[in-house]
Nanobody, 119 residues
């Protein structure tokens, strides 16, 4: 079955940078949308960035974060610069994946990677 695995989270200082990676594996016919969401303690999960035919960013990360894809490797990345304490959250990889020619795309989620921005 399809599996998404995030990596690259950790502890960084304010103003620092971090690069997250997400690898999709398993029964994959086609990956349409790939992106990132995050959930801070006590808050709802929110969109960070997504990539399909276009790239979209949350207003709070525009100019600081950059999402990119390596379609040949079924991977998506999130380059995070100028990190702020309010960026602290569990970051989840999300993908819309078609598992066969005869099936429509479905959403898949990784289990998340923790990013902590603190001095």
């Amino acid at each position: 079955q399809v599996r998404l695995v995030e990596s690259g989270g950790g502890l960084v200082q304010p103003g620092g940078s971090l690069r997250l990676s997400c690898a999709a594996s398993g029964r994959i016919f086609r990956i349409n949308r790939m992106g990132w969401y995050r959930q801070a303690p006590g808050k709802q999960r929110e969109l960070v960035a997504t990539s399909d035919s276009t790239i979209n960013y949350a207003d709070s990360v525009k100019g600081r974060f950059s999402v990119s894809r390596d379609n040949a490797k079924n991977m998506v990345y999130l380059q995070m610069n100028s990190l702020k304490p309010e960026d602290t959250a569990v970051y989840y990889c999300n993908a819309g994946i078609q598992t066969s020619y005869y099936r429509s795309s479905a959403d898949y989620w990784g289990e998340g990677t923790l990013v902590t921005v603190s001095s």
